[in-house]
Each structure stands twice: as structure tokens, then as C-alpha cells.
């Protein structure tokens, strides 16, 4: 069988700092459509990883005391140990420092020198070590004190001049232009491809790609008093996962990757340096980059240089994990900005989690357990009520669908949870508990109902909730292919159903606590 493939990465995270939210949320991103599209039966390669080299990394360091490779090691251990507590099912880890990624970072930089990209020369430029970034005079500003600032974001950058290879960037603005008016689904969302375009429009220039100025990057074959700029290093991770320099590999089939998920701070380097460095190299473009917006934390701008991240990890311990996975995609419209609260979190967990899904499934399940025998109940002679929430059920799949290919995972969310209000809605209109004695068979045509509406909920909740919805779905007594297909079948009747428990515990805030 010829399946689909997926092929799905989150940007490669900076070791210089600690993982925190912002890493959590694309990453949670990512796992979701990388669980969706294995519900829908696709081959799915789902990658992750860390970027280990460049200047920043080797003063972190230093400032650490240890050498880098120690110091990247512990964190990226770090962050597969982020990874592993958001439940993220990503299929490799990549690390920069790995001898696979140097093999294909030095081999694609020899593929770029012979087909006639790469050319020697002296850079002279504004250098942001914090972004890793040159920039233009007039993308910087010069502060009282003398010093000079990158006006995006504010790190320090100081004149460079230095020996330097360069990629002749320049040559590819045409190619470029044509290639997104060609795929105009490249670049996501709209907003963000205007930018970029309007960007490649006003000019390219040759791009600076080995310092000499420190050693913690890649050789530069046949020059190795030069690294590899960390961007090119960095962008060539997702080649390398799926095998490359060897095209043959098993894995090179992913290649070109659907969907490069990234936060809009780097969308330039994505839209722009990667399809031009692939251009030169011969390869096709990836299919898709989606470009979210970026978290503040209580009103306040959030990042590991400025140092006032939060780790996901005591917040998943205390409030749990499905929680949080839940609020950060319902909260915000993927691609928008968002601010997280925890007032706000705290808010969803209770209204949409356990006022909501956590108690219609307590109450349709435990009223089974006590009045219907422990099982699914018959179905009997179905009224309009229950064929219209049925109804609904069967549409859910479609509408979730829909809203997940187009990144919407808000939208997904709030299909699911519409659907969980008309339940409410019949719950108490049809009122199974005075049918008890005065009708059981109706009772039970309405108990039926309901659990096969939940049973649609905690399939397609699954990518979003995964331990959550196999809760939901033990206690509806679903075996074991929980695939959208088993939605297409009626719930079987009579199957035995385990004595259920509540899904998300309400959280209670001590009153007048200052947070
Ligand atoms: O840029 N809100 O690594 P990085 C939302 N190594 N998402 C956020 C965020 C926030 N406040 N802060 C970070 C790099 N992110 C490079 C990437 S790829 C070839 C190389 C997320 O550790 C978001 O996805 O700075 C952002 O793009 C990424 O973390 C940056 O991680």
C-alpha cells in the first residue's frame, strides 16, 4: 500500500539556555499534527532536536565552565527530557553535534562550493551574537551610551570584519519570487508571506556563511579555520534526519518535507535561506512553512536571554499534562501572539475541561455504571433528538480535519467542544434519569446516544489529549484500534464497560493566594 507521508519538524532548539514554554507549545504543535495524521492512517516522520553550535553556545559554555560538548549534551538532555514530560511522539531527535549532521552540513556545503554558490571574501557588518544574526546600519540604533543595538529585539551588535565565506544569495531573488508565486502555499499565514515576499522584493544580498572568529561549529571542508555559519549548520538538521548525504536511505523518501513548523522570529531564515540553499544544491523546496506567534507570560515579553521563561515541567506536575497541552491550542489562534496566564489556564481547565468534557463523560458514565448494567446500552428505536446528536458526531471528523490541515487547532478545539454542549444540551432535555423507572428503553436509546457522541469526541480529542481521550475511550470499552475509521461502524452494543473516573479534577485556587 502506497501511504501518504508526513514529514513534520519543529525548529531545532538553541542549547544556550533551558527548555521552556515557548519550545513546549511549537513542539505540542507539531506532536498534534504528527498524531493526527497517523489517525488518519498517513507515514508520519515527526523530527525534533537542538542546535548545538555557534558563538552562543560556546560562552554559555564557558560561563558554565565546561567544555561545549559536555554542556550540550546536558541540555539537550534537557530538552528530550522536555519532550518526554509533553508526551511529544516525535520519531528521531536530531543533534547538530552528531557525526550524521556534521556528514551532511559538510557535504551540502561541498555540493553548494561545486555547483558555484560559495565564494570567498571579508565580511564587514553588524554581528548580533545574541541572535546570531548580521544586520543592516539602518536595522540597528545607536543608544546614549554609544553602544549599538539591533532595533528587532535589542541585542548588542558590534562591527565585524573578518575573513568569511559567502553564498551568493543574490542570485536567487528571482527564483525565489517565482517559486512562491508558483506554490503559494509555502508560506503561512498570509501575513507572513507578504512580508517575505515584499522582503525578497526589495533585494538580496550575498550572505556571509563561515567565521573564523570562534571554533565551535562545523569545519568548513578543505578551509577549517572556518565554521559553518550556525544557519546554514542549523537548516541543514532536517536533510539530515532523513538521511542525506545518501539519497538512497531509507528515510530520504520524506524528502521535501511537508510542513516546517516555526515561530515568526524565524521565518525569514525558513522562507528565504533554506529553499535558496536547497535551489543551489539541487533539492526540492519543502512544501510547507507555518510561521505561530509568540507567547508573553503575564503581560511580559518572554525569552531565554532575557531569563524570564517558565519550564512546562512543575506546571504539567501540578496541573497536569492534557491541561496544558489543551489550553496552549485552544487559547490562541495558531500564528497569532498569545499571552499566558495562569488565572487563564486555570480558567479552561475548570470551565472547558472539568465543567465540560470531564463531566458529561462522568455523568452519562457513572449513570451507566450504576442504572444500565455496566455496558453499553441497547440502542432500541432511535428518535430525532438522538439522530440529530448522532448526526453531529459524524460530522465532527471532517470539521476537525479541515481545521487541523489548516493549522487552525483553535478551530478544531471548538468544533469538539460544540459538540460537547449539544450533549450537555440533550443530556438534560432528554433527561435519562426519569426515564429510569418510566422508560428504560428510552433510557437506554439516550445512554446509547451518548456514549457513541463520546466515543467520536475521544477519537478525534486523541492528537490533542493522548492519555486524556484513551481514558475516555477505555471507558467507553473501545478496543484497540482507536483509528477515525472505527467511527464509520455503529458502537457495538452490550460491550462491558470498566467503572469510570473523573477525567480533569477541578482545581480549587486558595482564595486571596497572590498569583
Ligand atoms: O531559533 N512563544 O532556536 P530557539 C512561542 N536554533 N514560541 C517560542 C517562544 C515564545 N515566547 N520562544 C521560543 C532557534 N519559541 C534556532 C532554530 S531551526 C533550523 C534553528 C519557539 O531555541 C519557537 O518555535 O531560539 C521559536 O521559533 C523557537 O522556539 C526558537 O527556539
Known sequence: ????????????????????????????????????????????????????????????????????????????????????????????????????????AQAIWRKLQENGFIYPGAYEGWYAVRDEAFYDEDETELKPDGSRIAKAGGAAVEWVVEPSYFFKLSAFQDRLLAFYEANPGFIAPQAKRNEVVSF?????????????????????????????YVWLDALVNYLTAVGYPDESAAKFHYWPASLHLVGKEIIRFHAIYWPAFLMAAGLPCPKRV??????TVEGEKMSKSLGNFIDVRPLVEELGLDQLRYFMLREVPFGNDGDFSRKALVGRINADLANGLGNLAQRTLSFIAKNAGAAVPPKGALHEADLTLLALGAE???????????????????????????????????????????????????????????????????????????????????????????????????????????????IVEEQNADR
Open 200 to 228: 525578497v522584493k526589495s533585494g538580496l544580498r550575498d550572505l556571509s556563511v563561515s567565521r573564523t572568529s570562534f571554533s565551535w561549529g562545523i569545519p568548513v571542508p578543505g578551509d577549517e579555520k572556518h565554521v559553518m
Open 1 to 104: 500500500m502506497n501511504k501518504q507521508s508526513f514529514y513534520i519538524t519543529t525548529p531545532i532548539y538553541y542549547v544556550n539556555g533551558a527548555p521552556h514554554l515557548g519550545h513546549a507549545y511549537t513542539s505540542t504543535a507539531a506532536d498534534v499534527l504528527a498524531r493526527w495524521n497517523r489517525l488518519e492512517g498517513h507515514d508520519v516522520y515527526f523530527l525534533t532536536g537542538t542546535d548545538e553550535h555557534g558563538q552562543k553556545v560556546e560562552a554559555a559554555a564557558r560561563l558554565a565552565g565546561i567544555p561545549p560538548q559536555d554542556f550540550t549534551d546536558r541540555v539537550s538532555a534537557d530538552f528530550q527530557d522536555m519532550a518526554r514530560v509533553m508526551n511529544i511522539s516525535n520519531d528521531d531527535f536530531i543533534r547538530t553535534t552528531a557525526p550524521r549532521h556534521k556528514l551532511a
Open 290 to 295: 507555518f510561521s505561530h506567534g509568540w507567547w
Open 396 to 506: 465532527l471528523p471532517e470539521k476537525v480535519r479541515a481545521a487541523i490541515n489548516r493549522l487552525a487547532f483553535h478551530e478544531a478545539l471548538q468544533e469538539i467542544w460544540r459538540l460537547i454542549s449539544a450533549a450537555d444540551g440533550y443530556i438534560d432535555a432528554q433527561a435519562p434519569w426519569s426515564l429510569r423507572k418510566t422508560d428504560p428503553v428510552r433510557m437506554n436509546s439516550v445512554l446509547y446516544t451518548l456514549c457513541a457522541t463520546l466515543r467520536s469526541i475521544g477519537v478525534v480529542l486523541q492528537p490533542f489529549m493522548p492519555a486524556s481521550a484513551a481514558k475516555l475511550l477505555d471507558y467507553l470499552g473501545v478496543g484497540a484500534d482507536r483509528s477515525l475509521a472505527i467511527l464509520e461502524s455503529p458502537l457495538a452494543e452490550a460491550t462491558p464497560l470498566p467503572a469510570p473516573s473523573g477525567l480533569f479534577p477541578r
